[in-house]
């Protein structure tokens, strides 16, 4: 099971993003008001999976009645990992704990026709949340199927359906759970919930470029629980939406974050780098194929500069980059046949940028990066060079993708292809 993202049409952002509103006076809010958000798009194979995520939350510590901190989950499951026929309701539910005592206070249902995985609904819920608790400080942990910066389809057949029965974009779904070894654990690849047409199914999805302009609000932090979404195309769309973004450049095991103490993300000062630590400590002290685990923080702000030394060396090394391909050696995080995740270092290095070259290039990456760490293999990938943050290969891609690309964020900042 992978957790997976791709898109949904633009269309439907023109519609609702008039009434966004991202520019807000935060200086008026007092520190201690923070306002978590687990966002959980389960209409898919991760139903059971995610379930247990939000059962281990609850039980861990979180907010007091009335505390400032708020601790609010969005979720949409699935009648059970394989039903996809019965539709459900979504709900934002508050939760809180006093003398442990578990209080869920629903604050908002979504109709069972509609999806997480639609920037609609996203954007419907962050503004219920601005609505209700407006704070200077939010923080989004989303959890789904994730597929880094691909269009929708891409990384299931390679092709994009318009479904008009439901209006949405979607993928054939045939090839969702590629590969999948019955003896290795679970991945979850963001933003694939299923839904059946003609008895077939099919998943919806949103781009990253679709998420991140449908967050009416501005986040100190989003974490992606979700496979792939560790790389710098990633973060560049999203990083006026968020002032750090924490992710995997590799799949993620579908058992994910560590929520058993979620107080890293309710403490007066949030501790990103010390939840994904965590995280990784947890996977990197098992056994086999379990020690599988790759995790990245990235300050938003540093990206500007990094994709400046990026343009620089695309464009001093344009030739030597598309000679490259998948038989380069540069170091993967892909498994299969999907190789559009190639780690952004590595491939620079391959193309020979000099000495001083790949010093000045690190140093941006540190800049960036506030935390990273990687296991020595995920799922039978060996990692020997982690820069923290993955890249499109365009010699490993096709034409298609490539006119795809040059609509990103990062490839208009970066030149990547041109």
Not at 28 to 34: A, Q
Not at 246 to 264: C, H, K, N, R, W
Not at 339 to 361: M, N, P
Request: aromatic fraction near 12%.
């Amino acid at each position: 099971m992978l957790k997976k993202t791709s898109a949904i049409a633009v269309m439907i952002l023109a519609i609702f993003m008039g009434g966004c509103t991202k520019e807000t006076d935060r200086s008026t809010f007092p520190r201690e008001e923070f306002v978590t958000v687990y966002y959980c798009a389960g209409f898919n194979n991760l139903s059971s999976s995610i379930q247990k995520n939000i059962d281990v939350l609850k039980k861990g510590e979180l907010p007091f009645d009335g505390s400032k901190h708020k601790m609010l989950v969005f979720s949409h499951f699935s009648k059970s990992d394989s039903n996809f026929k019965d539709l459900t309701e979504s709900h934002l539910i508050q939760y809180t704990k006093t003398f442990g005592i578990l209080k869920a206070d629903t604050l908002l249902t979504i109709d069972q026709s509609r999806y997480a995985t639609d920037p609609a609904v996203l954007n419907e819920v962050l503004s219920k949340v601005q609505e209700l608790f407006p704070s200077a400080h939010y923080g989004m942990v989303v959890s789904s199927h994730g597929t880094g910066w691909l269009p929708a389809g891409k990384y299931s057949t390679g092709n994009v359906i318009q479904m008009s029965k439901r209006k949405k974009v979607a993928g054939d779904l045939s090839l969702y759970r590629y590969n999948e070894d019955p003896g290795s654990p679970k991945v979850k690849t963001f933003g694939a919930e299923v839904t059946v047409l003609d008895g077939k199914n099919y998943s919806i999805e949103m781009t990253a470029q679709s998420m991140a302009a449908a967050i009416p609000i501005h986040l100190d932090y989003i974490l992606f629980d979700a496979c792939l979404m560790g790389g710098v195309e990633v973060a560049y769309e999203f990083k006026d939406v968020a002032d750090k973004i924490a992710f995997s450049p590799t799949e993620v095991l579908a058992t994910g974050f560590d929520y058993s103490d979620i107080s890293f993300l309710l403490a007066d000062q949030t501790d990103i780098d010390g939840f994904c630590k965590r995280y990784f400590d947890y996977y990197d002290s098992q056994s086999g194929s379990m020690q599988s685990a790759t995790i990245s923080v990235v300050r938003s702000s540093a990206l500007p500069a990094l994709a400046g030394i990026c343009k620089t060396l695309f464009g001093k090394y344009r030739s030597e980059i598309a000679a490259l391909g998948t038989g380069s050696g540069i170091q993967r995080y892909f498994r299969a046949n999907y190789h559009w995740f190639f780690d952004l270092e590595d491939i620079l290095v391959k193309a020979g940028i000099s000495a001083d070259e790949k010093a000045a290039l690190e140093k941006a990456l540190a800049d960036c990066i506030s935390y990273k760490a990687a296991t020595p293999q995920f799922l039978g990938i060996e990692i020997k060079n982690y820069s923290g943050l993955s890249m499109y290969l365009p010699g490993a891609g096709d034409s298609e993708l490539n006119v795809f690309y040059r609509t990103l964020a990062w490839n208009k900042a970066a030149n990547l292809v041109e």
